[in-house]
């Protein structure tokens, strides 16, 4: 059975740093693409980051270019996100997923970027 545990979230102000942990089990996670995704208050589900099966790949969405880092260590079976210079807009319900949409994930960390 699938299972992606996230952490790392909090309260940060404007300009901070966060570094997300997604914990994976139940496939071989060394052979699967893995994602970011978040979800503002009410709005949907949003795309952030991806990375490749070994890490030499890495994509993000225009909003986060330059900010966050996506990484991942097969060998703890675990996911990363460094998040620099958080802004407000960065506040979100953020997931690990194996799929680009989100439709498989865990049950998220809170970002919230405030002062």
């Known amino acids: 059975q699938v299972q992606l545990v996230e952490s790392g979230g909090g309260l940060v102000q404007p300009g901070g740093s966060l570094r997300l942990s997604c914990a994976v089990s139940g496939f071989t996670f060394d052979n699967y693409w893995m994602y970011w995704v978040r979800q503002a208050p009410g709005k949907g589900l949003e795309w952030v980051s991806t990375?490749?099966?070994?890490?030499?790949?890495?994509d993000y969405a225009d909003s986060v270019k330059g900010r966050f880092t996506i990484s991942r260590d097969n060998a703890q079976k675990m996911l990363y996100l460094q998040m620099n210079s958080l802004k407000s807009e960065d506040t979100a319900l953020y997931y690990c997923s194996t799929d680009r949409q989100g439709n498989i994930r865990g049950q998220g960390t809170q970002v919230t970027v405030s002062s």
């Open positions: 990375i490749g099966t070994i890490g030499g790949i890495t």
